[in-house]
């Protein structure tokens, strides 16, 4: 392929904060790229890696005391485009000129003030100089691109009338309106639905082609550049550490890092077995960045010699292919294979065949007020008629996206409310109405793991007292040699250690933060635990350690763990069967693997195929499922099957008549008039 | 697992909680005094608060000593500065004026953060009807003027010291209640408060263990602040004749009977407008300084 026109091109940007009493820590310490005409990149890193400072310095988005330096060249702009000034005329050029910016929060990138149609003509008659019925008649023909229905209605709506991945699209709309030749997309589809990503991402990929733009993608999902990027870049601790094309990135990984983020990411094509590799410790702290190779403390390879100089991207064999790091791949390999194969399964654990918990057609609603006098006009039925058991010791996962009344579900087994209809039954007996009083020893057994390590910690009260509470409230302990002696078992079990019993949650990492989080669940000896989102506010690379830990602990306490996330790879990964959400209703379970080999229901089906896996190669020959619309809202649902409006096999039954759960022998059940 | 290393074991559990205290303390006092102009707030208030604890030695005279034949007397050695009306010395009053003007405002602002604080949480407790009542009980306060709800139940209730500080305090109340429920509110809906419930814990307990402690900041630095308020509001009164009773020294009166003769020694009226005003600017600075301190975005690792 030759090579097209240069874009964009940055050369050793180095950008630095002020940081305490007059020293200043680079966020981002040399870096280099370049982009080409037509194409798309990927920019990947953890936070904290420097990837959204990279592209903000480009487009002199650092306000000071924040500094940029380096050379940034823009087809079109003479010279360093750096030298001009963030206020100057070309630098206003730049930004939405030249270069467009899709941020990842829709809801606060658009001024709620404005209607949409008013935001996007500004930006075309700012940059293109046009009149205002003219930019009016281009908003409206761009809003039709992004795929908006009936732009000439919703031209006048306000950003508050769509719904997060509308927005989106009238955030590339408004961006794509001033007709630049580079987008640059900040995790842009971090906060939306995995079927909405796919949606944005494919949309933005189509119009590259259309538009003739070329796309820096900037995410901390592998698999997502996998999936749409042609180059990527991997970032650590401000430095890129390699780069290449993906097929030679995700086939010959060179760095360390790179090796280290692709064995720890749970892939959904994974064999049933595999245990992940998490990257050991924690990224580097800013004020601490070392001089030399910032990997250095967490590489499992390092040498001596790592330490006296950050090392040069050299090339790889393979072309265009760079990469930060002295030893050379035969040498990594050779180190790899004296380490020692270590176990790579996972580690044995049985399930029984006592059913621990069942829930049975369970309703939850909430009610609808509105008017002055609070009178009530409807219900909202976050749950409806859902019903599943779990096997003691086993791990049931809980997927779908927002709306799908999975944390709904969690709320009401935990009974921190109250279901309108139906049983829980734990080991028998039902605690779907049981009086508070009555609920006391049983809360004990059934615990919760919360999603945001942040919120879930008293930021007050230090790690012993969050963990000890359970134990005192339950009267688990009798002596205070005893308490002392479990919270120092309780720590260590998950990882921690007892010395750190003294700190508040905010002297620990968000990783440790987890930990403390299971720690506390884990306290009162629990039969099952609920973990709401466990790993999704954690980095990658932590992610793999949380995982690792959750399973180690399941193997050891036999515990059953009932475990909810929006991320499927994830939930294949750690769960033994899988129940799939959609509106407050079950439209299929069954075992992780048949689930991603054989999916029956559409959704399932729409949803695999939604979730990117970080290997191209498989990616080439995957199918796509295209999804029409979005997801609705609960207040909108369709009378019959709730995915009727979605899905391309939909008949007028399934628009008249709601589907029930139909066994499908192996375990597999479907709710689905397709398979009847 | 993280790479670091054991903390030494031979440190006593106490000895390191002392630690961990002594160093939050010192990052509080860090943060307050990053700016120049909070220390300059804590001086002066600091000095007027150094006067009313030592007023009877600091001040020459009694502040109420009549002297008929010396009065208007101009600045001197004798008499810092000057005489009043009755000839009594100007600066002794003033000095006995501090005391006045801090104690009530201090023990109004302290009555009025406690009844609020535990009103808010009862009103964030129990929610539903105690809540709807309470809140529509604050706002039928705060829709009154404070100046004039006070000259109400001044006139209702007498003046004097000890009811001008309950005044004060009933005005100030409302503004606490409502941030105290409002906080408690926000810290009622966060994940460890849920995770507390769920571990079996009662209500009240969670109220006393989890959410008093983490929502009481604002209170405090609302109360740093409102001491300021009730000192010019008290002031104010005093001024109109219906506050502290004469004879007694207050910073409000002096400026009432100086008024008729600000042409002919401006003084009398001036000093003790300077003192309030330097005063009132000392307390919000050192306020603005606690409420930067205590505010958690600027703190963390």
């Not at chain 1, 901390?220 to 990135?249: C, F, P, Q, W």
């Not at chain 1, 090339?315 to 930060?324: F, G, M, Q, S, T």
């Not at chain 2, 209640?177 to 571990?199: F, G, P, Q």
């Not at chain 2, 405090?220 to 008290?234: K, L």
Request: with cysteine.
């Amino acid at each position: 392929m030759e090579k097209k026109e240069l874009l964009v091109e940055a050369k050793n940007i180095v950008t630095t904060f002020p940081f305490d009493k007059g020293t200043r820590t680079k966020a981002v310490d040399g870096v280099s790229f370049e982009l080409r005409r037509g194409e798309i990149v990927g920019l990947v890193g953890e936070s904290g890696s420097g990837k959204s400072v990279t592209s903000m310095s480009i487009l002199q988005l650092i306000l000071p005391p924040g500094k940029v330096s380096g050379e940034v060249h823009v087809e079109g702009i003479e010279g360093n485009a750096l030298d001009y000034g963030p206020e100057s005329e070309q630098a206003r050029a730049i930004r939405g000129g030249k270069i467009g910016m899709i941020f990842q929060e829709p809801m606060t990138s658009l001024n709620p003030i404005l209607t949409v149609g008013y935001q996007i003509s500004e930006n075309i008659m700012t940059h293109l100089k046009v009149d205002k019925a003219e930019a009016k008649r281009q908003a409206i023909a761009m809003m039709e691109k992004v795929g908006i229905a009936n732009p000439e209605i919703r031209y006048n709506q306000y950003p508050l009338e769509f719904s997060g991945g509308m927005r989106q699209r009238i955030m590339i709309a408004m961006v794509l309106a001033a007709k630049p030749e580079v987008l640059i997309a900040d995790e842009a589809t971090t906060a939306l639905d995995v079927t909405t990503q796919a949606q944005i991402l494919e949309l933005i990929q189509r119009l590259t082609k259309e538009e003739d733009v070329s796309v820096i993608i900037v995410t901390h999902n592998l698999g997502l550049v996998a999936r749409y990027a042609d180059r990527i870049y991997v970032m650590y601790g401000g430095n890129i550490v390699e780069s290449g094309d993906k097929y030679t990135l995700f086939e010959n990984p060179s760095h360390p890092y790179t090796r280290g983020l692709l064995a720890a990411v749970p892939r959904l094509d994974d064999p049933k077995d595999r245990k992940l590799v998490p990257i050991e410790g924690m990224p580097p702290n800013p004020a601490e960045m070392p001089t030399y190779c910032k990997f250095y403390a967490r590489c499992p390879f390092r040498e001596d010699r790592c330490k006296e100089k950050l090392c040069d991207l050299r090339a790889e064999p393979e072309k265009d292919h760079y990469v930060r790091c002295y030893l050379t791949r035969e040498e990594i390999e050779a180190k790899h294979r004296a380490m020692g194969e270590q176990s790579q399964a996972a580690a044995a654990k049985q399930i029984s065949d006592e059913v621990c918990l069942e829930v049975d057609h369970l309703r939850m609603s909430f009610p609808l007020y509105r008017g002055m006098m609070k009178r009530k006009i409807g219900e909202v039925h976050a749950v409806q008629d859902v019903s599943f058991y779990v096997r003691t010791g086993e791990t049931l996962g809980i997927v779908g996206e927002s709306g799908c009344g999975k944390s709904t579900l969690a709320k009401c087994i935990m009974r921190a409310l109250t279901p309108a209809e139906g049983k829980i039954l734990y080991k028998g007996t039902d605690i779907a109405h049981m009086k508070e009083h009555d609920l006391k020893p049983i809360r004990s057994k059934i615990t919760m793991i919360f999603q945001d390590p942040f919120s879930s910690l008293d930021p007050r009260q230090t790690a012993e007292s969050i963990v000890g509470e359970p134990l005192k409230i339950n009267h688990l302990v009798h002596s205070k040699a005893e308490y002392d002696a479990r919270i120092d078992e309780l720590f260590s079990l998950v990882g921690l250690n007892p010395a750190y019993r003294t700190r508040v949650p905010r002297e620990f990492s968000g990783g440790q933060r987890q930990r403390l989080g299971i720690a506390r669940a884990l306290a009162s000896n629990p039969d099952v635990i609920i973990c709401d989102e466990p790993v999704s506010a954690l980095d990658v690379s932590v992610q793999a350690q949380v995982i690792n830990l959750l399973e180690d602990l399941q193997a050891k306490l036999h515990v059953t763990y009932l475990f909810i996330a929006h991320d499927l790879s994830v939930v294949k990964h750690i769960s033994d069967r899988v129940m799939v959400m959609y509106l407050g209703r079950v439209m299929e379970t069954a075992k992780a693997e048949t689930l991603y080999e054989n999916p029956l229901h559409p959704y399932t089906k729409a949803l695999l195929s939604a979730v990117p896996i970080s290997d191209p190669k498989v990616e080439a020959g995957r199918e796509r499922i295209k999804l029409l619309g979005e997801v609705p809202s609960v207040l909108e649902r369709p009378k019959g099957c709730p995915f009727c409006e979605r899905c391309q096999y939909a008949t007028d039954r399934c628009r008249a008549e709601v589907p029930t759960l139909r066994d499908h022998g192996d375990g597999q059940a479907v709710a689905c008039f397709l398979y009847e | 697992m993280s790479v670091q290393t054991l903390a030494p074991e031979e440190k006593s559990r106490q000895q390191i909680m002392r630690e961990q205290r002594q160093r939050d303390i010192r990052r509080f006092f860090h943060t307050m005094f990053s700016r120049r102009i909070v220390i300059i707030g804590a001086v002066g208030t600091a000095f007027f608060l150094l006067i009313a604890l030592f007023a009877p030695l600091i001040a020459p005279y009694d502040p109420n000593a009549v002297d008929i034949l010396n009065k208007f007397a101009p600045m001197s050695a004798e008499h810092l500065l000057g005489t009043d009306i009755y000839g009594r010395d100007l600066f002794s009053r003033l000095v006995y004026g501090t005391r006045v003007s801090i104690l009530t405002g201090v023990i109004a602002t302290l009555m009025a953060a406690i009844i609020g604080c535990l009103l808010g949480m009862v009103a964030s407790f129990y929610g539903g009807t105690v809540d709807k009542l309470l809140i529509a009980a604050c706002d039928t306060f705060m829709a009154i003027p404070g100046t004039a709800l006070a000259m109400a139940l001044l006139s209702l209730l007498g003046g004097g010291m000890l009811n001008m500080a309950v005044i004060l305090c009933i005005t100030t109340i409302p503004g606490m209640l409502r941030m105290m429920r409002a906080s408690s509110l926000s810290v009622m809906s966060t994940d460890y408060i849920l995770a507390a419930k769920l571990s079996g814990e009662n209500k009240l307990k969670i109220m006393i263990k989890h959410v008093l402690p983490n929502s009481i900041s604002p209170i405090i630095v609302m109360a740093t602040q409102s001491v300021g308020t009730s000192i010019m509001m008290e002031s104010g009164l005093s001024f109109l004749g219906i506050g502290i009773k004469i004879p007694t020294a207050s910073w409000g009166s002096i400026i009432n009977e100086a008024r008729p003769y600000l042409m002919t020694s401006p003084l009398y009226v001036l000093a003790p407008c300077i003192c309030l005003a330097l005063l009132i600017i000392s307390l919000n600075l050192l306020g603005d300084g606690i409420r930067d301190a205590m505010d958690p975005s600027l703190r963390g690792a």
